[in-house]
Structures are given as C-alpha cells and as structure tokens.
C-alpha cells in the first residue's frame, strides 16, 4: 500500500535548519498494523503528517496504491485523502458547535453521500461504538473514552483504507486506553491498515510491527515484542467509558 523511498523533511527558519526526517525508507502493507515509537522530536509526527499528505516531503518519493504522489498538488492530495485515509488524534479535534452525530456526520457530507445514506451510516456505527445515547451531545458533554471512540467513528465512517492515529491514548487512562486499542485492533482484524504513532511500550504490542525513530531515522523495524491477543469484539468495550 505504501511505499517511502529516500524520504527527507527539512524545516527552515532565519537561524535554524532542523532535519525532521532524514533519507526514510519504509514499505506498509495492506492490513498492516505498525507502530512508530521514538522519543519526542524524533520525526514521529512528521512521518504521519507526510503519510497522511497533510504535508510534503522535501526529498524523496512516496507512492501510495502504486501512485507516485511526492509531486501531486493540494486538489488532488485532498481528493486522495477523502477517499482513502482516516485520521485520529490525540486531542481528538471535535468540532465544538457540532454534535457528536454531525461531527462524525461531516466526513460524509463532504463526500456528498446521499442524506438518507448518512444518518444510516452514521447511527448504525454509533450504535456499534456504544454511542447511540450520546449522539445529540456536545463534546464537552462527553468523556474522554466516548470522545475518543466519537473521534475515532469519525475517521473510518468513511471506510478508509488507512487509518493514522496519533497518540490515539495518550490522553486517556488505563481503562480506557486498553478499550480504544482493542478497537482499533478489531477494525485492524476487519481490514483497514493503521499506522499508529505512540509512545507507550504496551501500546505498540497491539501492533504486528514496531518501526523506531531516532533523529529523524529509522534505526530498527520489528515484530511487536509481545502481540495483545484479542480480547473481544467491540460490544465487549462498549460499556460507558
């Protein structure tokens, strides 16, 4: 699905030059679950932003389904984006003035699928994520666990083929980490590849493989030290959280 070739990230000011990334190599495939690991300012970020085509690379190529996409413009980026990749974040990113049925909603309108289409989509999978009751709440009317889970409906409404999560618990407890990770295990299990940026040693056993960053490098890409078996299917985690 993914393939980076040589890829650098440079960021300029007046006074500093500060390598982000620095000559990356790396291959995904399709239904890969990866986890990148490194400590902060490693290039952890910027190696999502680039794979999600919220950025450019400075050097380099990637290709994503084949396509070589380093040199396309922002339309079609964005057209590449809605269509195949699903983003989560740490901070979760809902909109205030929206609920929590028109935040996940959204994704859906921008790729004007039919209204009566929408609102069957969007209820079946709140109901599926234990959200049904709360999808005429406001964010702030909600925990962290159910913003998470709502953040994390968002993405895939769509059925993206990638999904990039970004420190998807680190904003959460125990308890509610492990139910989010086993979510995305489970989406994982059903198909979608994920690329996960986390820096919790647990977290990354989730995953089928660990790459870790060093100064903007790869400096190893192994098997997840002890894979977390599935431990249940999302109406087990769907308790109030």
């Known amino acids: 699905m993914i393939t980076l070739s040589g890829i650098s990230k440079i960021y300029r000011t007046e006074d500093i030059e500060t390598t982000a990334l620095n000559d990356i190599s790396l291959s995904v495939g399709a239904g890969e679950f990866v986890a990148v690991m490194g400590p902060s300012g490693c290039g952890k970020s910027t190696l999502l932003h680039l794979l999600g085509m919220l950025d450019t690379p400075d050097a380099g190529q990637y290709r994503f389904h084949n396509s070589d996409i380093a040199n396309l413009g922002e339309a079609r980026l964005s057209d590449i984006r809605k269509r195949n990749v699903g983003f989560i974040f740490q ?7 929206l609920t929590v049925f028109e935040n996940v909603e959204l994704t ?11 609102r069957e989509r969007v209820d079946n999978l ?3 994520l234990g959200l049904a ?10 925990s962290g666990g159910q913003q998470q889970r709502a953040a994390i409906a968002r993405a895939v409404i769509s059925r993206p083929k990638l999904i990039l999560a970004d420190e998807p618990t680190g904003n959460l407890d125990t308890a509610h980490g492990k139910a989010i990770m086993t979510l995305l295990q489970q989406l994982n299990e059903d198909g979608a590849t994920i690329i996960m940026v986390t820096h919790s040693a647990y977290t990354s ?4 493989r660990v790459i870790n960053l060093l100064d903007g490098k790869i400096v190893n890409s192994d098997p997840a030290a002890g894979q977390v078996p599935m431990i249940g299917k999302i109406p087990v ?4 959280v």
């Open 133 to 142: 009751n709360r999808k005429n709440h406001w964010p702030r009317q909600l």
């Open 108 to 118: 859906l309108t921008y790729q004007k699928v039919p209204k009566r289409q929408r």
């Open 126 to 128: 709140l109901d599926k």
């Open 91 to 97: 901070n979760f990113n809902l909109i205030d003035q």
């Open 205 to 208: 056993q989730y995953a089928g």
């Open 237 to 240: 985690i769907a308790a109030r």
